[in-house]
């Protein structure tokens, strides 16, 4: 091989095309190799450091929440058969796979109220840009509306890639906890791709998913005919995206009975645990005009020769299997096991399960945020209606509070202006309910916040 290319040898190679001034001309500085006990302890002092959610009473929500996970997800993602394989190009030894990728967009369309699924998303904020850049393919204009209530992380997301496909992202703020509405039908034109917004939005406030829809629909309608690609939906409305959370989807109505076109969200919740922050999956589902240009693989149901029911890779839209310049994604075969984990999760749950653990979500979040709202130093930072996730204000600092609230070995939430970034979040914690956190631990969090936020604001008196 060397003497086909033309060299005499690897090294060789290394000197044409690395240049001198970045080759590291010493050794790495690595220390010497240890026998495998002592690598054991040492990591096992390094994992020491970490506080988990099993190490404390934890609130933190923002898009990972601290739910229970059953041991039945456990037993059959560790199965070989799904723990192991790669995409599943031969259907007829990969009818396992195939089936699992088949059933979670059944669960997912039910779910959402749409039609179509693919076989899941990265994860959240990277289905929230996949959707951008389906709706530019769809509709070939070029602004993307987004709500100021989208998670942070997906608003960071979408520019980022926006940039890329030569998009523009106008964000539209809230009023009163939710996006204003007169400030969102003033955004949208004819020249809008795709209007993004949360359902719950960040800040815990349930959206009204119906009035948003409608009012991007609206806008759009006098789009002139030929205005992109394949303006689609009736009266040349947008494709109108909705961040959902889907485990109050058992309460909530769902994005396709609101008009929404498109609905992407992050799938942490459904059975997938909170290890090193991941790893998850994005959700994502379409009304069917939609079907072709949505990023993934998608797996479908038919017959083979012998008229016995089977599954195969329908569409697929990887740089893998199309040309490069029409691929819309390039990711999601890892993600399989962990979409694999919330099919298993939704079908524990039952139609029945999951509208009565939303109601229990209800009742303990009500509880909790009309239990800290009355202590001293502490309301709430808008009154919307709020499912499982909540926004206080706090009459001191945060970041002080939370380390006085750890030692007590709870975490309070989430502070929303180190996340976030926006001078109006100072002073904001995002307190997060999963059915773990029972009424006791919610009072527990009220005895040691107050107890914080009391301290906090003596300390900050001048002597």
């Keep these: 091989m060397l003497a086909e290319i033309g060299v005499g040898s690897l090294q060789e190679i290394f000197d044409r095309q690395i240049p001198e001034a970045v080759r590291l001309d010493r050794p790495l500085a690595l220390p010497d190799g240890l026998p495998e006990q002592d690598v054991y302890e040492h990591l096992r002092s390094l994992a020491a450091r970490n506080t988990s959610a099993e190490d404390e009473i934890s609130f933190l929500g923002a898009g990972m929440y601290d739910h229970y996970v059953p041991a039945l997800i456990d037993m059959l993602t560790e199965r070989s058969e799904f723990l192991t394989p790669y995409t599943p190009y031969q259907p007829e030894i990969s009818q396992g796979g195939l089936q699992v990728m088949f059933e979670y967009q059944t669960a997912i369309s039910e779910l959402t109220g749409l039609p179509a699924s693919n076989a899941s998303a990265y994860e959240g904020p990277s289905a929230v840009a996949a959707a951008g850049y389906l709706a530019k393919l769809h509709n070939g204009l070029r602004r993307l509306v987004i709500s100021a209530g989208l998670h942070p992380h997906s608003i960071q997301t979408l520019r980022t890639t926006a940039h890329g496909y030569g998009m523009d992202v106008v964000e539209v703020p809230l009023r009163d906890g939710v996006t204003d509405p007169d400030a ?19 800040y815990g406030a349930v959206e009204d998913a119906a009035a948003l829809s409608a009012a991007a629909k609206a806008a759009t309608s006098a789009a002139p005919a030929g205005n992109g690609s394949e303006r689609g939906g009736a009266g040349g409305a947008p494709v109108v995206v ?10 909530l109505a769902p994005p396709g009975e609101c008009g929404v076109d498109v609905a992407v969200g992050e799938g942490q919740a459904l059975g997938n645990r909170l290890d090193f922050g991941g790893p998850s999956f994005g959700l994502f589902a379409a009304r069917d005009e939609y079907l072709r240009r949505m990023p993934g693989r998608i797996a479908g149901e038919t017959v083979d020769v012998d008229g016995r029911r089977g599954f195969v890779l329908t ?3 990887r740089e893998q299997h199309i040309r490069r310049e029409k691929a819309t994604s390039n990711i999601c075969t890892a993600q399989a096991l962990n979409a694999l984990a919330g099919v298993v999760y939704l079908t524990w749950l039952g139609r029945r399960g999951i509208v ?10 009500n509880y909790a945020r009309e239990t800290l709202a009355r202590l001293d130093g502490v309301e709430k930072l808008h009154d919307q209606p709020v499912i499982r ?4 204000r706090l009459d001191a600092d945060v970041g002080s509070v939370r380390r006085r609230c750890a030692a007590q070995g709870v975490n309070p939430g989430v502070d929303l202006q180190a996340l976030t970034g926006r001078a109006e979040d100072r002073g904001g914690l995002l307190v997060a309910i999963t059915e773990r956190r029972s009424r006791e631990h919610i009072d527990r969090l009220a005895d040691v916040l ?5 301290a906090e604001r003596r300390a900050a008196v001048p002597a």
């Design 356 to 365: 009565e653990l939303g109601e229990l979500l209800l009742a303990r979040t």
């Design 242 to 251: 909705a961040q959902v959370d889907p485990i109050v989807l058992g309460v």
């Design 389 to 392: 996730e909540f926004a206080l």
């Design 184 to 202: 969102w039908a003033q955004a949208i034109d004819a020249d809008t791709s795709a209007a993004i917004f949360a359902q719950p939005n960040f």
């Design 450 to 454: 107050g107890a914080a936020v009391a």
């Design 315 to 317: 569409l697929q839209t």
